[in-house]
């Protein structure tokens, strides 16, 4: 898998490019002063579009069987996404960046395996619209 660049800031599409490269500016380095700020600053920005991307996800499985786990990861999003609002603003103004970047690195973590079960319930939708396998 191909990392992106600090530089380059993905707007639209699967949250999985909005996830990587705000794992990569997570892991990035940072001093005290000028850097820390920069840090920051690229850290919000990759948040803000996490937070798009999640709230641009559509849930909303066609069978009934699937509508336990559809619901099940709609209350997933919804929870995700507290967590992200509550942090975005944190992260420019919190004392301890350390703590800051431990709490978003668990956080990309649980939305890159609610985003995993999203994929995993939208492959089951269509393979029981198209029959699966016999």
């Given at each position: 898998?191909?990392?992106?660049?600090?530089?380059?800031m993905?707007?639209?599409?699967d949250?999985t490019?909005?996830?990587?490269?705000?794992d990569?500016?997570?892991?990035?380095?940072?001093?005290?002063?000028?850097p820390?700020?920069?840090w920051?600053?690229s850290?919000?920005q990759?948040?803000?579009?996490?937070?798009?991307?999640?709230?641009?996800?559509?849930?909303?499985?066609q069978?009934g069987?699937?509508?336990?786990?559809?619901?099940?990861?709609?209350?997933?999003?919804?929870?995700?996404?507290t967590?992200?609002?509550?942090?975005t603003?944190?992260?420019?103004?919190?004392?301890?960046?350390?703590?800051?970047?431990?709490q978003?690195?668990?956080?990309?973590?649980?939305?890159?395996?609610?985003?995993?079960r999203?994929n995993?319930?939208?492959?089951?939708d269509?393979?029981?619209?198209?029959?699966g396998?016999?």
């Amino acid at each position: 898998m191909a990392w992106i660049t600090l530089g380059a800031m993905p707007v639209a599409g699967d949250p999985t490019d909005a996830l990587r490269a705000l794992d990569h500016a997570l892991d990035a380095p940072r001093g005290a002063g000028v850097p820390l700020g920069n840090w920051r600053w690229s850290v919000r920005q990759r948040l803000v579009i996490v937070r798009d991307r999640l709230l641009a996800e559509r849930l909303g499985a066609q069978d009934g069987w699937l509508a336990a786990r559809d619901g099940a990861a709609y209350r997933e999003r919804a929870e995700l996404l507290t967590r992200l609002t509550a942090i975005t603003p944190t992260v420019l103004e919190a004392p301890d960046a350390e703590k800051i970047r431990v709490q978003l690195k668990r956080l990309v973590l649980d939305i890159a395996h609610h985003v995993q079960r999203v994929n995993d319930l939208v492959y089951d939708d269509v393979e029981l619209e198209l029959g699966g396998e016999d």
